[in-house]
């Protein structure tokens, strides 16, 4: 079980929080529970130090671990020799081997559940310069990560381990899961830079398990000098969206055939530009169509990706545009940021809304040695105050800031955020620097924050029957809620929504493979308050949402249940079974009645009406308790 953190954490206990439940109980094998203790509603709350590693990649492994990897740098823990560069576990904090140096790796989760991390720098020495020897050796032992393939376990034992290496060096790859539960894995390049090059790029992508021989992408051989972390997801077509420097394509990847859409407007998003990207809600309302959206960036031009000029006080770009690719090969513009922001991580909440934090004003992503650096960072002004998109509310009304607090905490290069199972979000690193650098301006940054969105401190929804296998059709499940449940009016359950949700993997700014899908359901009150969803499964579409673990959550009147994680489709890595959904019971609502009155079925507002004189003093106690439950749950 998850458990509390101190933020006086000694260096004999490394790295690593379990705030999946966020030190707030899951029942083992039962149905989600309430947060232990009260967050501060819209703040961030320093709950410890990461200690070494520094958590420039993070991902939700399971309900209760969260996976911390660093790149190879002079971080103080040690472990076999090394510094630490790793870390998770579930019964205590503790350093993990990664094996090669992980620098800039890109990462996803596979049909099985397993999690791995692709690609990286060469094995390198202090400061970040080459290693003599790329197999191994003092100072780091960090052999080249750049072919490297590492699966961590989840026994609490074992460390990463290699699986068969890449085809080719990939530093900076962005990784997709696919229908079938293998990876994309797409772009990236040799031995790095600020930006990429001729030289060194690798315009091509690969799949795990392999399919063979790299295939080339025009997309990526077009957009150089910044076709690095490519922006892709997958689309309920089976199709990629890749967005890469100011183009964009649909890549059928089945027939290796990629579709020009326009290009992107007002900025570069990509790395080292570094705009926030997510996936809008699937739900059956939009009938499942994905639209994808764009905040941020730098609006610089292609021949300006150099290192001669005064790149940290580029202003950021404020421009947030969204498309849908199934439908339209077209941009539309959103609401703008209240300010410019690069490195802007967008974070998918369960209530539907999107969180918005990290990054800075000006500059991009990056570092590096020359005299217009801050310290050694190439962006400055860090933006601390985060700010929530709605896209249900009024155009022009969408973004707000109305009840958060800003962060102690500069967010820059290097940082990254996941949604926990609780609904609060895991926010840390920072480390624009060469190596572990705790004395200039924006530091190696071990601390961890957790942000409480608006829900988080509500009564939590406390489902029965929730599965923990979801198909891709079939027979529908039913969800048992009470009234508390209900907040003490069964007519929420109208508008309740059930979610699965995969938090992604974070890196620079993106949260690979992070996605939201409704499922369909109708619904049964009950005349006592309580009521029944009875839920379909998820749509016969594994391009939906594609097989391996997520999250369940249900959301009753915009207060999420705490997450229970799921297996979605068969576990393996296979092309996935699909069925007709069933038909789902009509809804009703069911109201109140008076002794030997009929029932009658109603959507309009359920009353409870108690007639003391045909009740026992007994039965009309019970009835002022359930009354004064129901008012007290209102107010």
Excluded at 98 to 108: E, I, K
Excluded at 439 to 450: A, D, F, H, L, V
Aim: net charge negative; proline share 9%.
């Amino acid at each position: 079980m998850a458990r509390a953190l101190s933020s006086k954490l000694t260096a004999s206990r490394v790295a690593f929080y379990l705030l999946a439940a966020g030190g707030h109980a899951l029942a083992d094998n039962g149905p989600p529970k309430q947060p232990l203790q009260p967050g501060h509603i819209g703040t961030f709350e320093v709950v410890g130090d990461s200690y070494q590693p520094l958590p420039a990649q993070v991902f939700l492994g399971t309900a209760d671990k969260v996976y911390i990897i660093d790149k190879t740098e002079d971080n103080p823990h040690q472990i076999k020799g090394h510094p630490a560069w790793a870390a998770g576990d579930t019964k205590q904090t503790r350093p993990m081997d990664v094996v090669t140096n992980s620098f800039c790796a890109g990462g996803s989760v596979l049909g099985d559940g397993r999690w791995i991390n692709v690609g990286g720098n060469q094995a390198v020495t202090y400061g970040g310069n080459a290693a003599p020897s790329q197999t191994g050796g003092a100072p780091y032992n960090d052999p080249d990560g750049g072919k490297s393939l590492l699966t961590p376990c989840d026994d609490g034992q074992c460390d990463w381990v290699m699986d068969p290496p890449l085809t080719t060096r990939r530093w900076y790859p962005t990784l997709e899961t696919l229908e079938d539960g293998s990876v994309i894995i797409i772009g990236g390049c040799g031995y790095g830079g600020y930006v990429n090059d001729a030289g060194q790029t690798n315009p091509t992508y690969e799949f795990y398990p392999s399919r063979g021989d790299p295939i080339p992408s025009p997309i990526l051989q077009n957009t150089l000098p910044t076709n690095l972390f490519p922006l892709t997801w997958l689309l309920p077509s089976g199709n990629l969206l890749i967005q890469s420097n100011w183009n964009t394509v649909v890549l059928d990847y089945k027939q290796n055939k990629e579709y020009p859409m326009d290009d992107m407007p007002d900025a570069v998003r990509v790395y080292p530009a570094s705009g926030g990207t997510a996936m809008l809600p699937l739900t059956p309302d939009n009938n499942w169509t994905a639209t994808i959206m764009f905040c941020g960036g730098s609006n610089i031009r292609t021949e300006q990706w150099t290192q001669t000029w005064d790149i940290p006080h580029w202003p950021a770009s404020d421009s947030c545009v969204e498309i849908t690719p199934d439908v339209s090969q077209k941009y539309t513009q959103l609401d703008p940021l209240p300010e410019g922001r690069t490195m802007g991580n967008l974070i998918m909440l369960p209530d539907g809304r999107v969180l918005c934090l990290n990054g800075a004003k000006t500059g991009t992503a990056g570092y590096g040695n020359t005299t217009f650096t801050i310290g050694q960072s190439y962006a400055d002004q860090p933006i601390l105050a985060p700010v929530i998109y709605d896209p249900s509310a009024p155009s022009g009304k969408r973004w707000s800031r109305d009840g958060l607090t800003p962060s102690i905490i500069a967010r820059m290069y290097h940082s990254s955020a996941t949604l926990l199972p609780d609904g609060s979000v895991f926010v840390s690193g920072s480390n624009p620097n060469s190596d572990y650098n705790v004395s200039t301006t924006y530091p190696t940054e071990y601390r961890i924050e957790r942000f409480y969105p608006s829900y988080y401190n509500e009564r939590r929804p406390e489902p029965q029957g929730l599965p923990t296998r979801l198909s891709y059709g079939g027979q529908y499940f039913n969800i048992s809620l009470t009234i508390a449940d209900l907040f003490g009016n069964v007519n929420y359950i109208q508008s309740v929504k059930v979610l699965v949700m995969r938090t992604g993997f974070s890196t620079h700014v993106m949260n690979m493979g992070m996605r939201t899908v409704q499922l369909e359901n109708s619904f049964t009150g009950n005349a006592d308050g309580s009521g029944v969803l009875h839920v379909s499964q998820l749509p016969p579409n594994p391009a939906l949402m594609p097989p391996g673990p997520a999250l369940l959550f249900v959301v009753v009147n915009g207060v999420p249940s705490i997450g229970i994680q799921v297996m979605v489709g068969s576990g393996k890595i296979e092309q996935q079974k699909m069925t007709p959904a069933s038909p789902l019971p009509e809804s009703n609502i069911a109201q109140a009645q008076l002794p030997g009155q009929g029932q009658k079925s109603s959507s309009s507002s359920t009353s409870v009406i108690v007639d003391f004189a045909r009740k026992s003093v007994v039965e009309c106690l019970t009835m002022v308790v359930t009354i004064v439950s129901i008012i007290m749950l209102s107010n």
